[in-house]
Each structure stands twice: as structure tokens, then as C-alpha cells.
């Protein structure tokens, strides 16, 4: 017996392929694991510190559902500061994850019957959650670039939300300020919802990082995700953030204060620190990103395979049609490279001719893979 709500979800495909390489691995074959998208630093030591001080002093116990003050505080000023956003510590909400306030925010803001329109190749949890609301997704088409196009076509009387995600798991595109102001447009023209997921903000390259919630008229519309996984490799610790609309905060809150209660006490602790301390380290794992980057996106090209430069983010996204498909070849990866990667249909189905590899994997592996899929093409 499962309910219709859960029968409507299906396992994560990049938990699946993150799992199953780990296994492999631990079984003695040598993967090189570019599936999943984690960082492959350690978590900064002054971060570590921070959360071994917390438990030691006790810090053990439940603490507020929307998060301690004093991260929510320093949180709603990195938003002010950074972001141009207004908001207070008031309108924030700590979660064990970005993941947690995505899948809160989707609950609030859709219903039974709703539209959600998801731009292009998206992140593989979108979907579920929209369908667990009981709403369902409307995709938007976007060019060889994966920067939107038409997609006022995509809209219906049903559409209650859009999410944006700048810069993009999977494709890595990084929309400018002219791309954000169409979609503002959207937003306002359709009174719409905006979810801007902006995990992969300091993860950018030549790019500047626009939050649409900045823009004029979608304060009171947008609801921003953000979290520590991606910018101060802490993908473990589980801690996220949303802040947006207090209505939509309001029920953000009941729904977690019905489920996971908060973010882990002495893990807000270690994000105090990481939002107070040195961002070196932030902007070193940035670099090292980019240099990966165009060591994977030229070997990519270089072999015939072609692939649009991502703008930041930790993923390259090609086009793999011409070597049978993004499915087949990823199999073909796994089977004869012993390369983990992510088919391009996990993103939705303008994503079929793609395969996702995440480069959170050092220099000297993607140099390896680059050999392996060399050798595997001729
Ligand atoms: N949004 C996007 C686009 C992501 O790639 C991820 C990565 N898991 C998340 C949200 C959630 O991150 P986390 O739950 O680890 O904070
Ligand atoms: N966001 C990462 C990815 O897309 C981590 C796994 C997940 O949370 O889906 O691979």
C-alpha cells in the first residue's frame, strides 16, 4: 500500500547514481565519480571548529523551528548587503539543507491542480516536489545557451509559480539582468510566484550574480533559497535558508515545525562561523572550479563532443546526441570508462541529448576521464 501522493514521486537520480558509485568504489573498482554534485574540499577547519566548540559547550539541545537569532540576523544582512534585498531576520527561516526549503516553499506556495513552470534542464527535485504538492510542471524552452526563450508560451491560466535558478544545476548557464527582468515581467504581468534558487551564487565565473527577489515588484513575490553545501563545502551538515513574503513564511514555518522541528543546533553554530569567517577559502574553491572547468569543457570539445561554457556552478552539460544519446552514453560511461555521470533526461525531458558531469573532482581525475572517454570514442 502507498498513498497516490507518494506513488506520484520517484527516487532521486542523483542520490541513486551518488549511492551506486560509492558503492562501486568501496568494492574496489576505480570510479571516477563525476555524478553527483558535491564538493570535494573538506569543510573549512575554522567551520569544523565552530561546530565541535558548539557541542562541547552544550549547544545539544532543540533550538527555535525558523533558526537561532543570531544566523537568521547575519543571514538577513548578507542578504541586504549582498543581494539587495529587503529583508529582516524576521522573514528568514533556517533548514537542515536548501533541499528542505525548497520542497517547504513548493508545499506553500502550490495546490492541487497548480502549474509550476521549470526553465529548461532543472535540477532533478523540482519535479517531485511540485508533484507532491499535487500540482504539476509546465517547461519552459531555452536555447543552445539554456537561457530562456517564449516562455510566456509555457504559461497557462494555471501557472501559480516560476523557479529561477542562477546559476543552474545542471546546465550551468547564469542568467543576466535582461533575462531576469523578462521573467520579472512574467512574474508580474501573470501574478505569479518566484523561487529563486541561488545555491550556486558564489560558485560564478565572469558572471554577476543577480537576485530577481532585488528587482522592482517581486519583493513581495519571491521567495530566495540559499544554502552552505555548495559555497563552504558542507553538503553533510544539512543547512539551508529561505527567506520571502511572511505569509509564505508562515506556513514554511508550520510545515517544519511539523517534520524536521529546525536545522541541527550545533550545525547553526558552524554557520554563524562560516558566514563570519575569512571567505578565502569560499573564493579559492571557486577558482579551483574554473580552472577545472576549462580543463573539461576544451577536452569535451576537443574530442567532438559539444558544450557550452557554463557560467558557473560545478557542472558541464554536453550534448552527447551524436554519440548515441544522453541515457546510452551515460551506461556507456559507467560500463566501459567506469565514469559515474547523470543522463540529461534526470533534468526533464528537454535534457535527453545531454549527460551532466560534475567536475568536484580534481584536476588530475577529469584529466583521466578525459583519456578514458578519449578511449572509449575511438
Ligand atoms: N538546489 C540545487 C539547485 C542543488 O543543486 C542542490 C544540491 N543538492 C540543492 C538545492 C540542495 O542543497 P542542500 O540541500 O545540500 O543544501
Ligand atoms: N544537488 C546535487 C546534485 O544535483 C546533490 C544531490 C542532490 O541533492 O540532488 O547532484
Redesign the pocket.
Known amino acids: 500500500m502507498v498513498s497516490m501522493r507518494m506513488a506520484s514521486i520517484h527516487e ?1 537520480t ?2 541513486k547514481i ?1 549511492a551506486m558509485a560509492k558503492k562501486l568504489a568501496a568494492g574496489g573498482q576505480d570510479i571516477i565519480d563525476m ?4 564538493p570535494d574540499f573538506d569543510t573549512p577547519k575554522y567551520i569544523v571548529e565552530a561546530g565541535c566548540n558548539s557541542i562541547r559547550k552544550g549547544e545539544t539541545r532543540y533550538a527555535p523551528t525558523v533558526g537561532i537569532p543570531e544566523l537568521r540576523r547575519i543571514i538577513a544582512d548578507k542578504l541586504v548587503r549582498e543581494n539587495s534585498l529587503h529583508v529582516a531576520a524576521d522573514d528568514v527561516v533556517v533548514t537542515p539543507g536548501a ?1 528542505m526549503a525548497v520542497f517547504a516553499a513548493i508545499q506553500a506556495l502550490l495546490q492541487e491542480g497548480d502549474e509550476c513552470l521549470l526553465i529548461g534542464p532543472s ?3 523540482y519535479e517531485p516536489c511540485v508533484s507532491f504538492a499535487g500540482a504539476s510542471v509546465s517547461w519552459g524552452k531555452v536555447d543552445e545557451n539554456f537561457m530562456p526563450v517564449d516562455l510566456a508560451e509555457s504559461i497557462s491560466a494555471r501557472t501559480r509559480l516560476i523557479i529561477v535558478n542562477s546559476p543552474s ?2 546546465t550551468g548557464s547564469v542568467f543576466d539582468r535582461k533575462t531576469l527582468e523578462e521573467i520579472r515581467d512574467l512574474a508580474v504581468d501573470h501574478n505569479l510566484s518566484v523561487i529563486s534558487d541561488e ?1 550556486y551564487e558564489k560558485i560564478i565565473y565572469d558572471h554577476e550574480h543577480i537576485s530577481i527577489g532585488s528587482m522592482p515588484g517581486m519583493e513581495e513575490r519571491t521567495v530566495t533559497i540559499n544554502g552552505f ?1 555548495k559555497s563552504y563545502a558542507m ?1 553533510g551538515w544539512r543547512l539551508g535558508y529561505l527567506a520571502g513574503p511572511k505569509e509564505t513564511m508562515k506556513w514554511v514555518t508550520r510545515l517544519l515545525s511539523h517534520s524536521v522541528s529546525q536545522a541541527t543546533t550545533f550545525v547553526q553554530r558552524a554557520g554563524v562561523a562560516a558566514m563570519q569567517g575569512p571567505q578565502d577559502e569560499v573564493a579559492m574553491m571557486a577558482a579551483e572550479f574554473r580552472a577545472r572547468r576549462d580543463m573539461l569543457v576544451s577536452g569535451l570539445r576537443n574530442l567532438g563532443i559539444p558544450c557550452s561554457m557554463p557560467g558557473g556552478a560545478f ?1 558541464v552539460f554536453p550534448d552527447v546526441s551524436s554519440v548515441g544519446g544522453g541515457d546510452a552514453f551515460t551506461d556507456r560511461l559507467l560500463k566501459e570508462a567506469l565514469i559515474a555521470a ?1 543522463p540529461g533526461s534526470a533534468f526533464g525531458p528537454d535534457g535527453a541529448n545531454y549527460v551532466r558531469l ?1 567536475y568536484a573532482t580534481s584536476q588530475s581525475r577529469i584529466c583521466q576521464a578525459l583519456e578514458r572517454i578519449k578511449k572509449i570514442l575511438s
Not at 35 to 38: C, F, S
Open positions: 532521486s542523483t542520490m551518488s555524478g553527483v554534485g558535491e533541499k535540477w532533478v527535485s544545476n545542471p545555491i553545501s553538503t557542472y547523470t560534475s
